[in-house]
Every structure is written in structure tokens, then in C-alpha cells.
């Protein structure tokens, strides 16, 4: 315990006793001038008990990339902050040091504390400045940060610490994030105070009711206060982005007083929020309600915690007279006037500071962000993967194809095939959401998920017609395989595979089984998975009409529910519903209403434009998934911003002019801040401080992009709409802003890998450079490698990776040529 302590002393003789860190490599080039070169005696006689070292061992005649030392110079001065000193050693031939040894004992990375070795590490899991620093902290602060697998392993840490010591409980993505260097700094000074607990598994941030899974999470447990072993501790999720300075932000806040009370004028109140940069706030109070307000002041300062500082101020006690009408003060920052508020529940307390928060964080954020960073990956989904390239993935759940077994297997079962690439990053991303669907479906579907990797088997993918990645096809009872075009997620890929159980269209054989189709008795457990069904109704010599329907069915296949009603009693059906033939009937089961749509002279691509349409929902909620289907009916936005679902009083007046016709040329929609938070950044870009939710705003991006808002003293009724909408349409409303006619570019421009790779090869002009063959050769090349199977890799891929590229990206003896010659790029 004595020496626990001395490790995590603040001072630069931390951990009691001295740390060498060294790091070899033949791979050495030109020195840094700001990392200090010494020979190997040198260095270690420079070794003390109390001072720690970081040394990157280095043969002076070799030759190579420069990128780790790079990467190292920059790690010298936050590794100094700790106490931590960085060295460049210069080994020579006849140096007998164990690190200036072979190759083979090269490209490790040595943790020492004093002369005595403590770890190892390959030095590519240091890929830059943060990973060398959070390994180095996360293997000094062993004792104090608790790495975890487990839900567990997570409740075991919880029930010892009860009424004891509080939890700094952290989810990241990968070891060596800077995420993770964040931590284990802030791990570095408040170890002492509070137990950290850290996990890179999925599973222990969902297992505590975690939604937003895609970031980095952290909660502070309370546990200490918790006495009854039976009770769970409070949880406080730190909103913020993880940075060394926002978790010393958020901590310090978890140490300041729940909530004070005041009686002096809040003008002159300040307290630890303030100079941490976050706001107060005041929920007024009087001798009469003295005690409910303080449990309610309590209820909110929970809710707020973190957020900002709650305070109960008794208006009986002050000189300073406050507004008799309001109920809250709210404070942004030192010396600012306080705003004096009259909010009528806890919900609105809670929307309005969090509403101001955003909008400072905004401004903060685009101080910081005037200039993209050149160093930074600009393809998210490939620095996703390439993060997350060590974990495992349960691919035992999918079957893996190969030449032989994949013409078996899709022949003699119904299949999903997914054709992917092992070196390319969407299909690596996507492979976590397609073993999802695999999960769900175990045990409850007949149909069998497999998967070939194009990269080894490329003439099977080019037989199957597949060009791009990652493709997703399904085979069932020998026929064409259907092509799946939806969003690569799990949700829409399980809609997809549940609507293909059923022909599309279903044939109906009886009037009494159409009416059981109509109502939804006939298929209601797919019914989740499709908004509308639609019956066509076809006289029996209608043999072209029934062509044309039966082709768009074939289209829709997947996405919705269709079938087909073409017996000689089809006029029961048409005079029930008022209908000439040939029509369908449109089912939306949600609202309990059945469309009717004649089909005269109607073509497959009318057909499928009605139903297509028809899927859209006639007042939807916008999403990040859902705005790309609705901005392509070229129509202006009229969207309802709202904190939360909307009331039933503004839905129906929506609603109404909808049924009315008055809203056809537009698309009317509402946005819920709390599902979707970029929501608060597009009302940011609209006005200059965040407005009052709900709030109603057109967008017209398609003609000038300009943006109106809905007058805020008034109430959203079909009256005031309408009025407003026709105030419009002549031209009487000004509008708030005009969004720039931009595109929307990546940040940066993408890397040339081919180039990378040429000027690499040039550096080693005795080596053969591999040659790429081009794409026009594919179909020659692969009648050849159908011949040598030899020559084709076969084992199975364990652990998800990305390969090294090739010019055409399928052939594999290219592949292998450019991996044999990789070895020293």
C-alpha cells in the first residue's frame, strides 16, 4: 500500500522508483534534433532509482521510415509533465546489449522500472504520441485502474466499494486512444482519491443501459454514500467529449456540494461551477414551501449534475428584490447579468440549461476547429476499423464460403451471402452489424448466414457479378439471387431478410383471405417490418397489367408487403372499396386506412413510384437514417423541432392540413432533439442563440436555401399555420438566415496509397516492385487461378483486419506478390 501511494505522488519522482521504457527498432533514419542520442553505456549508467526513462534503442547504420521517432519526439513533453525523461540510443556493431541485438529481438517496446524489466510491447500497438503515452501510464497505474471484460467483473468492483470509495467507471475503444491517454492521465492524479475501472467491451457499456454505444463513455459511480449493500450506486454520465481537461472538469464538479442554499443576491454568487466554466442555477424558494422546494431542488441538481451548479435561493431572506413572477435565475459565467425565468416543470429547468450548455460548447468547438488537422485520419470509418482491428468477432455465427462450398451451399439451402473485401474498411465496419443479425436470428429463422472474402475467392465474386463492397445477396429455392440495396445496418438488413419469407406478390385465392390480408390478421408478425401493404386487384384477362404489377412486386421484394387478388369474383372487392380495375389497395395499419388507386395505363415504374411513396409516412420523424428519403422528393422542409415527442395538439394540426391538401407541396416532419442531437447544431445555424422548443421552421434547400421560423408567439393551430403558410406563399414573411450553397466534401483529400507504395519501393531499387494487373485482365486471371488452387490462400480469418491494397483490389497472386514484397515498407 506504501508503495501504491508513492506511484501516484503528483511530483516528477512518481513511482517511487525509477522507469525505463525502451524501444528497439533496426528501422532508424536521421536523428531528432530534440531527443537526446547516447550510446548504450552511457544511457544506462544514467539510470537512478526515483527517475524514469523512455529510450529508443536504434542500429546508427540502418536505414527506413522515421515515423516512429516522429512520433516519439512528440511524446518527450508530456512524458516530462510525468516525470518521464526520452532518450534516442545509438547502438554499434560490436555493442553486445541484448537491445542492440538481432532482428528478431528488434520492433519490441521494453518497460523498465529501474534495471529490472517490467513489460513488453510490439511497437506497432504505439502507432502514435497518445498510444505511447497511455500505454506507458495504463502499465505504471496497474493498481489504480482496474481493466475489466465482464458485466461482472464491473458489479464485483461496485459491491467491495460501497459506502467506501467512489468509481471512475470508462468505456474506450481501443487501448491507445487518445480516449484512453485521457483517462490514465486523469487516472495519474486523482488515483489516489477514486477507484478507475476501464473496459473496451461493448457488452459492460450496454449491460448498464448505455444507448449511444459508437463513443467513448465515462460514469462517476456514487458509491461511497451507499451503505445498504442492496442499493445501486447513483451514476453520473459525463456529457462531454473525453479530454484530460473535461475529466478534470467533470470530477471536480462531483466533489462540489450537491446543492447550496443562498440568501443573497445571485449577481454576486460564484462557486466552483463558475470557474469551471459552467453555469448556475437558481430555483427560488420560500419559507412556506421551504421543503418540497429543496426535494425538487435535489431531483434537479441529480439531473444537472455536471452539467452545472444548483442552488436553492430563499427569496424570503433576500434584500435585493427579485421579480415576483419568476421561479428560476440562471447565471452562464462570472460577471454576466443573471436572466430571470419562469419555467413551469423540472423537464424545462433541465432543457434550458442543457439547450445554453450546446451552444457554448459550439462556439468552443468551432474556435478549436478552424483548421483541419492534416495528421488526422479523414476517413472515420477507416480509422474505426483500424482502432478496433485486434478485437475478436464471434465469425463462428457466419458461414464462411469458399470455390468449393459456396455453389453447394447456396444451391441445396436458402442463403444470405455477403461479399465483402478483408483489406477494405465499409466492409470491415459493416461486419459487426451483419453478426448482429446472425445473433438475432439464431434459432428462429431456417435461412444460413455466410460470407467469402472476395480478396481470396475474387472469380467466385466476379461470377456472381459483384464489382463493389460490400454486396449482400440473398439465394432461396435455386432461383436468381435478390439483391439487398438498403442502409448497411442491422435493422434494415432484418426487415429485409423477414419480407423475403413471403413472395412478393402473394398470390390470394379467396375474397375472405384478401379481407385477412387488408386487416393485417394474414401476416401481422411482419408488420414492424413494413408500413403499408398493398393488394392489386386484377381482373383475370388483364394478363399485361398483371405483367406490369407482378415485375414492380419483383422490384419491391424485401422492402414491402404486396400481393395480388386476380379470381373472377375480383368486382366484390372492387365496388367494397369504390374502385375501377385494375387498382390496388394501400393498407396503413398504423392509422387503420385503406387507399385506393386506380391503375389504368400504369406502367412497372409508376406502380413502383406509388408504392414507394406510399411507404413514406405522412408526418415523419427525421433522422440522420431517414432525411436522405425525404430530401429526395425535392420539396421544402417544414420540420418540428421538439425536446421530446410532440404533443398530440401540434400533431393534429399538422395532420389536418395534411388531410386537408394544404401541405402537398411540401414535406411536413418533425425532428426529436433527443434521438437525434445534431438536431441543436442545425438550430444553431439558424439563430444566433438556441430558441424555445418546440419550434416550427421551413427549409427550403432546393430553391435559394432560405429558412423561415414560425412566429413564437403564437400557437401552432391549423389557423395560424395556414395563415402563415399563405403569408409565405405571397412573399410578406423575411426570412432568418440563407444556407450557403455548398457541397459537401470530405475535409481533406483522400490518400494516394498507390503513390505511398511507389515511393516507398523507390527507396529499395534492388527489389522487384510488385506488378498490379489491370481490371480488363480480371476474367483471364481468374480462369488461371482456377487452375493453380494451390496457390490460393484457404485458412480462416480469426481476428478482422485490413489487408494490404493492390491496384485492382481481387487478384491474388498480385496479393501475395505485394506482401512478400511489403515486408521492409
Same mark, same amino acid.
Given at each position: 500500500m506504501k508503495e501504491k501511494k508513492l506511484m501516484m505522488s503528483s511530483s516528477f519522482n512518481v513511482f517511487g522508483v525509477g522507469i525505463s521504457f525502451v524501444v528497439m527498432c533496426i528501422l532508424c533514419n536521421s536523428a531528432i534534433d530534440s531527443l537526446p542520442?547516447?550510446?548504450?553505456?552511457?544511457?544506462?549508467?544514467?539510470?537512478?532509482?526515483?527517475?524514469?526513462?523512455?529510450?529508443?534503442?536504434?542500429?546508427?547504420?540502418?536505414?527506413?521510415?522515421?515515423?516512429?521517432?516522429?512520433?516519439?519526439?512528440?511524446?518527450?513533453?508530456?512524458?516530462?509533465?510525468?516525470?518521464?525523461?526520452?532518450?534516442?540510443?545509438?547502438?554499434?556493431?560490436?555493442?553486445?546489449?541484448?537491445?542492440?541485438?538481432?532482428?528478431?529481438?528488434?520492433?519490441?517496446?521494453?518497460?523498465?522500472?529501474?534495471?529490472?524489466?517490467?513489460?513488453?510491447?510490439?511497437?506497432?500497438?504505439?502507432?502514435?504520441?497518445?498510444?505511447?503515452?497511455?500505454?506507458?501510464?495504463?502499465?505504471?497505474?496497474?493498481?489504480?485502474?482496474?481493466?475489466?471484460?465482464?458485466?461482472?467483473?464491473?458489479?464485483?468492483?461496485?459491491?467491495?466499494?460501497?459506502?467506501?470509495?467512489?468509481?471512475?467507471?470508462?468505456?474506450?475503444?481501443?487501448?491507445?486512444?487518445?480516449?484512453?491517454?485521457?483517462?490514465?492521465?486523469?487516472?495519474?492524479?486523482?488515483?489516489?482519491?477514486?477507484?478507475?475501472?476501464?473496459?473496451?467491451?461493448?457488452?459492460?457499456?450496454?449491460?448498464?443501459?448505455?444507448e449511444d454505444i459508437e463513443y467513448a463513455h465515462l460514469y462517476f459511480f456514487h458509491c461511497k454514500a451507499v451503505l445498504d449493500l442492496t442499493q445501486q450506486c447513483k451514476r453520473t454520465l459525463m456529457a462531454q467529449s473525453l479530454t484530460t481537461l473535461n475529466i478534470h472538469q467533470f470530477i471536480k464538479t462531483m466533489e462540489a456540494p450537491l446543492l447550496t442554499e443562498v440568501a443573497e443576491d445571485p449577481q454576486q454568487v460564484s462557486?466552483?461551477?463558475?470557474?469551471?466554466?459552467?453555469?448556475?442555477?437558481?430555483?427560488?424558494?420560500?419559507?412556506?414551501?421551504?421543503?418540497?422546494?429543496?426535494?425538487?431542488?435535489?431531483?434537479?441538481?441529480?439531473?444537472?449534475?455536471?452539467?452545472?451548479?444548483?442552488?436553492?435561493?430563499?427569496?424570503?431572506?433576500?434584500?435585493?428584490?427579485?421579480?415576483?413572477?419568476?421561479?428560476?435565475?440562471?447565471?452562464?459565467?462570472?460577471?454576466?447579468?443573471?436572466?430571470?425565468?419562469?419555467?413551469?416543470?423540472?423537464?424545462?429547468?433541465?432543457?434550458?440549461?442543457?439547450?445554453?450548455?450546446?451552444?457554448?460548447?459550439?462556439?468552443?468547438?468551432?474556435?478549436?476547429?478552424?483548421? %483541419?488537422?492534416?495528421?488526422?485520419?479523414?476517413?472515420?470509418?477507416?480509422?474505426?476499423?483500424?482502432?478496433?482491428?485486434?478485437?475478436?468477432?464471434?465469425?463462428?455465427?457466419?458461414?464462411?464460403?469458399?470455390?468449393?462450398?459456396?455453389?453447394?451451399?447456396?444451391?441445396?439451402?436458402?442463403?444470405?451471402?455477403?461479399?465483402?473485401?478483408?483489406?477494405?474498411?465499409?466492409?470491415?465496419?459493416?461486419?459487426?452489424?451483419?453478426?448482429?443479425?446472425?445473433?438475432?436470428?439464431?434459432?428462429? #429463422? #431456417?435461412?444460413?448466414?455466410?460470407?467469402?472474402?472476395?480478396a481470396d475467392w475474387s472469380y467466385v465474386c466476379i461470377k456472381q457479378n459483384v464489382t463493389e463492397f460490400p454486396v449482400i445477396k440473398m439465394y432461396k429455392d435455386g432461383k436468381n439471387p435478390v439483391y439487398y440495396a438498403g442502409m448497411l445496418g442491422t435493422k434494415d438488413l432484418l426487415k429485409f431478410i423477414y419480407l423475403n419469407r413471403i413472395s412478393c406478390p402473394v398470390i390470394i385465392p379467396s375474397v375472405q383471405e384478401a379481407e385477412e390480408y387488408l386487416s393485417g390478421e394474414l401476416y401481422k408478425d411482419l408488420l414492424s417490418y413494413s408500413s403499408v401493404s398493398v393488394l392489386g386487384l386484377f381482373s383475370p384477362t388483364m394478363t399485361t397489367e398483371k405483367e406490369y404489377f407482378t415485375e414492380a412486386g419483383s422490384y419491391l421484394k424485401g422492402c414491402v408487403i404486396i400481393a395480388i387478388y386476380s379470381e373472377e369474383d375480383v368486382l366484390i372487392l372492387s365496388n367494397r372499396?369504390?374502385?375501377?380495375?385494375?387498382?390496388?389497395?394501400?393498407?396503413?395499419?398504423?392509422?387503420?386506412?385503406?387507399?385506393?388507386?386506380?391503375?389504368?395505363?400504369?406502367?412497372?415504374?409508376?406502380?413502383?413510384?406509388?408504392?414507394?411513396?406510399?411507404?413514406?409516412?405522412?408526418?415523419?420523424?427525421?433522422?440522420?437514417?431517414?432525411? %436522405?428519403?425525404?430530401?429526395?422528393?425535392?420539396?421544402?422542409?417544414?420540420?418540428?423541432?421538439?425536446?421530446? #415527442?410532440?404533443?398530440?395538439?401540434?400533431?393534429?394540426?399538422?395532420?389536418?392540413?395534411?388531410?386537408?391538401?394544404?401541405?402537398?407541396?411540401?414535406? %411536413?416532419?418533425w425532428l426529436n432533439l433527443q434521438n437525434t442531437p445534431v438536431g441543436k447544431e442545425i438550430l444553431q445555424s439558424y439563430f444566433d442563440v438556441l430558441p424555445p422548443l418546440p419550434l416550427l421552421v421551413l427549409v427550403d434547400l432546393h430553391s435559394g436555401g432560405h429558412v423561415f421560423a414560425f412566429p413564437a408567439d403564437q400557437a401552432v393551430t391549423e389557423q395560424n399555420l395556414l395563415l402563415w403558410l399563405k403569408k409565405l406563399e405571397a412573399g410578406l414573411e423575411s426570412h432568418i438566415t440563407i444556407l450557403p450553397a455548398e457541397e459537401w466534401k470530405p475535409p481533406l483529400p483522400a490518400y494516394d496509397f498507390l503513390g505511398m507504395m511507389e515511393a516507398a519501393a523507390s527507396q529499395h531499387p534492388t527489389r522487384k516492385a510488385p506488378e498490379c494487373t489491370k481490371e480488363v485482365d480480371v476474367q483471364e486471371n481468374s480462369k488461371g487461378q482456377k487452375e493453380d488452387k494451390s496457390a490460393i490462400r484457404k485458412e480462416p480469418t480469426e481476428t478482422l483486419r485490413i489487408k494490404h491494397w493492390n491496384k485492382s483490389g481481387w487478384l491474388k497472386e498480385a496479393e501475395k506478390s505485394f506482401l512478400h514484397d511489403n515486408k521492409e515498407l
Open positions: 542520442e547516447l550510446s548504450p553505456q552511457k544511457y544506462f549508467s544514467t539510470l537512478q532509482p526515483g527517475k524514469a526513462s523512455l529510450a529508443y534503442f536504434c542500429h546508427s547504420d540502418s536505414s527506413g521510415t522515421t515515423v516512429f521517432l516522429e512520433e516519439l519526439n512528440k511524446a518527450v513533453k508530456p512524458l516530462q509533465d510525468y516525470g518521464i525523461s526520452v532518450a534516442k540510443v545509438n547502438c554499434v556493431k560490436e555493442e553486445t546489449s541484448r537491445y542492440c541485438g538481432k532482428e528478431k529481438d528488434l520492433m519490441k517496446a521494453y518497460l523498465f522500472r529501474s534495471n529490472i524489466l517490467l513489460r513488453e510491447f510490439p511497437t506497432d500497438a504505439l502507432f502514435d504520441v497518445n498510444a505511447i503515452v497511455a500505454h506507458v501510464l495504463f502499465a505504471l497505474l496497474f493498481n489504480e485502474v482496474k481493466y475489466i471484460t465482464t458485466w461482472e467483473d464491473l458489479q464485483n468492483i461496485d459491491n467491495a466499494l460501497k459506502g467506501k470509495a467512489n468509481i471512475v467507471f470508462s468505456y474506450v475503444r481501443a487501448i491507445g486512444t487518445p480516449e484512453h491517454r485521457a483517462i490514465m492521465e486523469a487516472a495519474f492524479v486523482y488515483g489516489n482519491t477514486y477507484q478507475f475501472v476501464l473496459t473496451t467491451e461493448i457488452a459492460v457499456l450496454e449491460s448498464i443501459g448505455t462557486t466552483v461551477h463558475l470557474q469551471l466554466g459552467l453555469p448556475l442555477v437558481f430555483l427560488v424558494s420560500q419559507q412556506a414551501t421551504h421543503e418540497a422546494d429543496r426535494r425538487t431542488a435535489e431531483w434537479v441538481a441529480w439531473r444537472l449534475l455536471g452539467k452545472a451548479g444548483v442552488l436553492l435561493l430563499l427569496r424570503d431572506s433576500l434584500e435585493e428584490s427579485i421579480p415576483q413572477h419568476a421561479n428560476v435565475a440562471f447565471k452562464r459565467e462570472e460577471g454576466r447579468r443573471v436572466e430571470y425565468l419562469v419555467l413551469h416543470d423540472i423537464d424545462s429547468v433541465i432543457s434550458h440549461v442543457e439547450n445554453n450548455m450546446h451552444v457554448e460548447q459550439i462556439q468552443h468547438e468551432d474556435d478549436d476547429l478552424e483548421e %483541419p488537422d492534416m495528421d488526422m485520419q479523414d476517413d472515420e470509418v477507416e480509422e474505426t476499423v483500424y482502432r478496433d482491428r485486434k478485437r475478436q468477432l464471434p465469425l463462428e455465427l457466419i458461414v464462411e464460403l469458399t470455390e468449393e462450398t459456396f455453389n453447394t451451399t447456396v444451391m441445396t439451402s436458402d442463403s444470405i451471402v455477403l461479399f465483402y473485401a478483408g483489406w477494405q474498411a465499409v466492409s470491415m465496419a459493416f461486419m459487426q452489424s451483419y453478426i448482429d443479425v446472425a445473433i438475432k436470428l439464431k434459432g428462429m #429463422s #431456417s435461412m444460413l448466414l455466410t460470407r467469402i472474402n472476395c372499396y369504390a374502385v375501377s380495375l385494375p387498382a390496388l389497395l394501400l393498407v396503413r395499419h398504423k392509422e387503420g386506412k385503406i387507399e385506393a388507386v386506380p391503375l389504368a395505363n400504369t406502367h412497372t415504374q409508376d406502380i413502383v413510384q406509388i408504392i414507394t411513396d406510399a411507404s413514406l409516412e405522412t408526418f415523419p420523424e427525421i433522422t440522420v437514417e431517414t432525411l %436522405p428519403t425525404y430530401l429526395r422528393l425535392q420539396k421544402p422542409l417544414l420540420i418540428l423541432f421538439s425536446d421530446g #415527442s410532440i404533443s398530440i395538439q401540434y400533431r393534429k394540426a399538422v395532420l389536418m392540413l395534411i388531410k386537408e391538401k394544404h401541405l402537398d407541396s411540401f414535406t %411536413p416532419c
